[in-house]
C-alpha cells in the first residue's frame, strides 16, 4: 500500500485569497480526517468523513472552511477569505476499522500535510 | 471530555541514554485507545503504538517500551540506548471507541539526542 499523500505540500497566499488542499487515503481506507497543527502545538482534528459522508465537525472549523469527499475517494479542504490565523500545517488521516477481539478499533496513517502560510 | 497532559516540553540526553517521555491523559469512557506517534523534522506523524484499554500488558519493541497503568491514567513511552535518529517531537494521543474516534493529543515533547 502507498501511504496518504497530500497536495500541495507547501502554500504561501495573501490575505483573502482561497485555498484547496488535496487528501489522498490509503487505498480501502473508508475513514478520512482532517487535523490541524500550530507551531508548537498538537494536532487538532477538523473533520471527518466515513466514504462520502461528511459525519462529525469541529467547532474550529469556522464556515470558511468546507471539506468534501466526493465518491469516498481522495478529499479537499478548502478555505476561503484567508486569515493569518489560519497560517498551519494541515493534516490528513485516513483509517479502517477493523476488530481485534472485542475492540472495534482502528489505527490512523497521517500524510506528510500541507504547510499553509497567510501574509 | 478527553484530555491528554505531556509535561515534559523539551527533553536532551547524550546519545546512549535511556530516556522516558511521561503521558496523562483523562476520559470517562471505559474503553478508549492510547497512541504514541513520532514527527520527525519532515512533518509527518508516524505511528508508533496502539494500545486498548482492556489490555494493560507493557510492550517491548526492539530498544522502545511502553508503560500504560490504568490506576494512574498514564501511558509512558521509554526509548532504551537512544539514538541521534530518535531526535523527534513524539506526540501521545487518546480517542473513543464510539463515533468518529477522532485522537486527541498531547502538546507533544520534542525529544533530542545529541552525539
Known amino acids: 500500500d502507498t501511504g496518504v499523500s497530500q497536495d500541495p505540500r507547501h502554500k504561501i497566499t495573501k490575505r483573502g485569497q482561497n485555498v484547496t488542499f488535496r487528501c489522498d487515503p490509503i487505498s480501502e481506507h473508508n475513514r478520512l480526517y482532517w487535523y490541524r497543527q500550530t507551531l508548537g502545538q498538537g494536532p487538532e482534528f477538523l473533520t471527518y468523513f466515513q466514504n462520502e459522508a461528511q459525519l462529525e465537525k469541529s467547532r474550529l472549523l469556522s464556515d470558511r472552511f468546507s471539506a468534501e469527499r466526493p465518491k469516498g475517494s481522495f478529499s479537499t479542504l478548502e478555505i476561503q477569505r484567508t486569515e493569518q490565523g489560519d497560517s498551519a500545517m494541515y493534516l490528513c488521516?485516513?483509517?479502517?476499522?477493523?476488530?481485534?477481539?472485542?475492540?472495534?478499533?482502528?489505527?490512523?496513517?497521517f500524510g506528510p500535510g500541507t504547510r499553509l502560510l497567510v501574509l | 471530555a478527553q484530555k491528554v497532559t505531556q509535561a515534559q516540553t523539551e527533553i536532551s540526553v547524550v546519545e546512549k541514554e535511556d530516556v522516558t517521555l511521561d503521558c496523562v491523559y483523562e476520559t470517562r469512557d471505559t474503553t478508549y485507545y492510547l497512541f504514541w506517534y513520532k514527527q520527525p523534522p519532515s512533518g509527518e506523524l508516524v505511528f508508533l503504538i496502539r494500545r486498548n484499554s482492556f489490555d494493560e500488558q507493557n510492550e517491548i519493541s526492539g530498544r522502545y517500551s511502553w508503560n500504560f497503568q490504568k490506576s494512574t491514567s498514564s501511558f509512558n513511552f521509554t526509548i532504551t540506548a537512544s539514538q541521534v535518529v530518535d531526535s523527534a517531537v513524539y506526540f501521545c494521543?487518546?480517542?473513543?471507541?464510539?463515533?468518529?474516534?477522532?485522537?486527541?493529543f498531547g502538546q507533544g515533547t520534542r525529544l533530542t539526542i545529541n552525539p
Open positions: 494521543a487518546l480517542s473513543e471507541e464510539k463515533g468518529a474516534q477522532k485522537l486527541v
Open positions: 488521516a485516513s483509517s479502517r476499522r477493523s476488530r481485534t477481539g472485542r475492540f472495534l478499533g482502528e489505527t490512523q496513517y
